[in-house]
């Protein structure tokens, strides 16, 4: 939990390996790696982390949900967009 904590906007991607929208999610997780820098990337398995799931309310996967100083600043369920979750965490005051 100490992660999220950081000045640094934190993604937390909540997923399952069964799950066929999760694999989708990777690609693009990836290229939001390399293209922003100072974000870190967590990946949490529900199936095996139920209750840090159930603590963030994630109902649903795949769920993003993006940290700043321990504070959620944005949340999605489902498929998105590489733009739309870079916009985001450029807003965050991020270097690119």
């Not at 906007?9 to 390399?34: Q, R, S, T």
């Not at 949490?44 to 799931?53: F, S």
Request: net charge positive.
């Amino acid at each position: 939990m100490n992660i999220i904590k950081s000045s640094k906007p934190v993604v937390v991607d909540f997923y399952a390996d069964w799950c066929g929208p999760c694999k989708a999610v990777l690609p693009i997780l990836k290229k939001v790696k390399e293209e922003v820098k100072g974000v870190r990337i967590v990946k949490v398995d529900v199936d095996r982390n139920p209750i840090i799931a159930s603590h963030f309310k994630v109902h649903r996967i795949p769920t993003l949900i993006v940290f700043k100083n321990g504070e959620p600043i944005w949340t999605h369920e489902g498929a998105f967009c590489l733009e739309k979750l870079k916009s985001v965490l450029q807003e965050t005051k991020v270097e690119k």
